[in-house]
């Protein structure tokens, strides 16, 4: 038998190392121990992603009030997510089509598809807004062209006037402090989202996707009032409709892209900006809050004396 070779007695408690190098014997015996070696946890990996867990805002009411809290406080920081508040939750599209994102976002760079929205995107003039918003979407490499709606064009028009006068076309439309050429990030936004949360005591996952959330969940019942008003959609299912107005790219999930005209689009923003300030005008999205909370009353604890 060669040298450092192991011979194992049958034996039910201890195994003898015979004719074994010392370290190798210390190896083996480590190896059959019951005691176990405590194990020191790894550090969890930190991420800079804002692609977090978000939810939409299920009470229709909440809405407005995110946007009335953010004016009362009278900041720029506040003003300007106001802006993007209600630009997100009218338009669907995805914060990386607002905001910077892993590329430097300045003004010096005006033909680069996958930098963050610009003043010039949204208003052919100072004074004037595009009937349509240019966003890049960058997440899908597409461009894309949805209604600006009022709710979205007074937000906007409020941010500029309490925050950026004296505005240049070529300006980032979302600027921090620093600088006027370069935009903010997603995480600043999240940040933001984040003290909305804490002040407002937001239950549910509140992050920049919420918005886009938001937008998919109340879509639903527009598009089933409008076509109980005798609006025709193309595509008679109400789940792919969404798809397409929200810019997805994966093909398992929009199966396939079909029948939303840009009209029907239209009418179902702006029927959302209506909504968004005024929910009473859907009294069965109330009808819905109201049966989804009637299994609470049993949740009360009676104590018989």
């Given at each position: 038998?060669?040298?450092n070779?192991?011979?194992?007695k049958?034996?039910?408690?201890k195994c003898i190392?015979?004719?074994?190098?010392s370290?190798?014997?210390n190896?083996l015996m480590?190896?059959?121990?019951?005691e176990?070696?405590?194990?020191?946890?790894k550090?969890?990996?930190?991420?800079?992603?804002?692609?977090?867990?978000?939810d939409?805002?299920?009470?229709?009411?909440?809405?407005?009030q995110?946007?009335?809290?953010?004016?009362?406080?009278?900041?720029?920081w506040?003003?300007?997510?106001?802006?993007?508040?209600?630009?997100?939750?009218t338009t669907?599209?995805?914060?990386?089509?607002?905001?910077?994102k892993?590329?430097k976002?300045?003004a010096?760079d005006p033909d680069?598809?996958?930098?963050?929205?610009?003043?010039?995107?949204?208003?052919?003039?100072?004074?004037?807004?595009?009937?349509?918003i240019?966003?890049?979407?960058?997440?899908?490499?597409?461009m894309?062209?949805?209604?600006?709606?009022?709710?979205?064009?007074?937000a906007?028009?409020?941010?500029l006037?309490?925050c950026?006068?004296?505005?240049?076309?070529?300006?980032p439309?979302?600027?921090?402090?620093?600088s006027?050429?370069?935009?903010?990030?997603?995480?600043?936004v999240?940040r933001d989202?984040?003290?909305?949360k804490a002040a407002?005591?937001?239950?549910?996952?509140?992050?920049?996707?919420?918005?886009?959330?938001?937008?998919?969940?109340?879509?639903?019942?527009?598009?089933?009032?409008?076509?109980?008003?005798?609006?025709?959609f193309?595509?008679p299912?109400t789940?792919d409709?969404?798809?397409v107005?929200?810019?997805?790219?994966?093909?398992?999930?929009t199966?396939?892209?079909?029948?939303?005209?840009i009209?029907?689009?239209?009418?179902?923003?702006?029927?959302?900006?209506?909504?968004?300030?005024n929910?009473?005008?859907?009294?069965?999205?109330?009808?819905?809050?109201t049966?989804?909370?009637?299994?609470?009353?049993?949740?009360?604890?009676s104590?018989?004396?």
């Amino acid at each position: 038998m060669p040298d450092n070779t192991v011979s194992l007695k049958n034996n039910a408690e201890k195994c003898i190392l015979i004719d074994a190098s010392s370290l190798f014997q210390n190896r083996l015996m480590n190896a059959h121990s019951f005691e176990r070696k405590p194990r020191t946890a790894k550090p969890a990996a930190s991420s800079t992603s804002s692609k977090k867990s978000a939810d939409p805002i299920y009470d229709p009411y909440l809405i407005k009030q995110i946007s009335e809290y953010l004016i009362s406080v009278n900041k720029p920081w506040a003003y300007r997510l106001n802006a993007i508040w209600c630009l997100g939750i009218t338009t669907g599209c995805r914060i990386s089509a607002l905001v910077r994102k892993g590329k430097k976002g300045k003004a010096s760079d005006p033909d680069d598809d996958y930098t963050p929205l610009f003043i010039r995107d949204i208003m052919d003039t100072p004074d004037t807004f595009k009937e349509r918003i240019i966003l890049h979407e960058r997440k899908v490499k597409k461009m894309f062209g949805p209604i600006l709606t009022k709710m979205a064009t007074d937000a906007i028009s409020l941010y500029l006037s309490k925050c950026r006068k004296g505005f240049s076309m070529d300006e980032p439309l979302f600027i921090g402090q620093k600088s006027k050429t370069e935009a903010i990030e997603e995480g600043t936004v999240n940040r933001d989202f984040a003290r909305v949360k804490a002040a407002l005591n937001i239950r549910t996952a509140f992050t920049t996707h919420t918005m886009r959330k938001t937008f998919a969940h109340y879509a639903a019942p527009v598009i089933s009032k409008l076509r109980l008003e005798g609006i025709v959609f193309i595509d008679p299912h109400t789940l792919d409709i969404i798809r397409v107005s929200t810019c997805h790219y994966d093909n398992s999930l929009t199966k396939q892209y079909a029948g939303w005209d840009i009209p029907t689009s239209d009418a179902v923003r702006n029927e959302l900006s209506r909504f968004y300030e005024n929910p009473s005008i859907m009294p069965q999205v109330e009808r819905l809050l109201t049966l989804a909370s009637q299994h609470k009353s049993h949740l009360n604890f009676s104590r018989e004396d």
